[in-house]
């Protein structure tokens, strides 16, 4: 895209944000940022992934003048407990169990920030899963192996494609990166 005018650093590992990016025909380069998923125990759930993008943010500190910095975190939220991202298949399946039949928020924080200047939003959107079988479940986390997923799923792939009922906000925050949103922050950079 070219009217953006800042050079974009991504600063995230993930692909599915990687691949959104590119399909938005954005250039960027990935820059890695070592940082520790922490928060205050007393901040609302809501505003989770929006703090940790911007601590994110803040823990690169080689922005130069002509960049803008992406940093985002994704969270899947059941009624009140945070669903992050399974440490193995067990732990997925039982991710998965909880999930089958019910509603849940995905909500992703993203943090834009140039030298001078930061911004930050979030969004969140509703998933209605069907109830999944155990049959159903096993085969998901044993192809598509989802430890690197909040939620232990990824819409985008079979789960999503059999598994959910509908949803109500955006596709693509789901997938992690809330393109819509992200579009009308970054013109408002300065």
Same mark, same amino acid.
């Given at each position: 895209?070219?009217?953006?005018?800042?050079?974009?650093?991504?600063?995230?590992?993930?692909?599915?944000?990687?691949?959104?990016?590119?399909?938005?025909?954005?250039?960027?380069?990935?820059?890695?940022?070592?940082?520790?998923?922490?928060?205050?125990?007393?901040?609302?759930?809501?505003?989770?992934?929006?703090?940790?993008?911007?601590?994110?943010?803040?823990?690169?500190?080689?922005?130069?003048?002509?960049?803008?910095?992406?940093?985002?975190?994704?969270?899947?939220?059941?009624?009140?407990?945070?669903?992050?991202?399974?440490?193995?298949?067990?732990?997925?399946?039982?991710?998965?169990?909880?999930?089958?039949?019910?509603?849940?928020?995905?909500?992703?924080?993203? &943090?834009?920030?140039?030298?001078?200047?930061? &911004?930050?939003?979030?969004?969140?959107?509703?998933?209605?899963?069907?109830?999944?079988?155990?049959?159903?479940?096993?085969?998901?986390?044993?192809?598509?192996?989802?430890?690197?997923?909040?939620?232990?799923?990824?819409?985008?792939?079979?789960?999503?494609?059999?598994?959910?009922?509908?949803?109500?906000?955006?596709?693509?925050?789901?997938?992690?990166?809330?393109?819509?949103?992200?579009?009308?922050?970054?013109?408002? &950079?300065?």
């Amino acid at each position: 895209m070219k009217n953006l005018k800042y050079k974009i650093l991504l600063g995230s590992q993930s692909p599915r944000r990687k691949e959104l990016l590119e399909k938005m025909d954005i250039k960027f380069r990935i820059v890695k940022i070592n940082f520790e998923e922490k928060y205050p125990k007393n901040i609302p759930i809501a505003e989770i992934p929006e703090f940790l993008a911007l601590q994110k943010s803040k823990a690169y500190s080689k922005i130069q003048p002509e960049e803008l910095l992406i940093t985002a975190d994704t969270l899947v939220i059941l009624e009140k407990e945070i669903l992050e991202k399974p440490r193995n298949k067990t732990q997925a399946r039982k991710m998965l169990q909880k999930l089958s039949g019910k509603k849940h928020k995905v909500i992703t924080g993203v &943090c834009l920030r140039t030298k001078n200047n930061s &911004c930050s939003f979030s969004d969140i959107s509703k998933v209605y899963f069907k109830k999944l079988s155990p049959e159903e479940i096993n085969y998901y986390v044993d192809t598509y192996k989802p430890m690197d997923k909040a939620g232990a799923y990824g819409i985008q792939e079979w789960i999503g494609l059999i598994g959910i009922k509908k949803i109500k906000g955006s596709y693509f925050n789901i997938m992690g990166f809330p393109t819509e949103k992200f579009m009308t922050y970054v013109r408002q &950079c300065k």
